[in-house]
């Protein structure tokens, strides 16, 4: 059974910045696709970042610029850099992990941008 555990949500200003971090349990980590959703109350969840296993990335148009993903193999762990962060990036965030993008989740960790 692979786990995905997200972790470093929080609160924070309009224009600030948070490091998420995603572990992934077992032994096939360097060969998953990674990913970062997000899903705000009352819409769809929506595809944020996306990590393949040679790095190639795929942002959403809204986060471009602004979030980074990257991933560390050695330490089983993706992120995500989120700078300059707006009201409208308030969401639950989830990682995903698998040979297919989305085969695994995690809990999700919550992410609140207000003044």
């Known amino acids: 059974q692979v786990q995905v555990v997200e972790s470093g949500g929080g609160l924070v200003q309009p224009g600030g910045s948070l490091r998420l971090s995603c572990v992934v349990s077992g032994r096939d980590f360097n060969i998953y696709i990674m990913g970062w959703y997000r899903q705000a109350p009352g819409k769809q969840r929506e595809l944020v970042a996306s990590?393949?296993?040679?790095?190639?990335?795929h942002y959403a148009d809204s986060v471009k610029g602004r979030f980074t993903i990257s991933r560390d193999n050695a330490k089983n762990t993706a992120y995500l850099q989120m700078n300059s962060l707006k009201p409208e990036d308030t969401a639950v965030y989830y990682c995903?992990?698998?040979?297919?993008?989305?085969?695994?989740w995690g809990q999700g960790t919550q992410v609140t941008v207000s003044s």
């Open positions: 995903s992990a698998g040979r297919a993008l989305a085969s695994y």
């Open positions: 990590i393949t296993m040679g790095a190639t990335t």
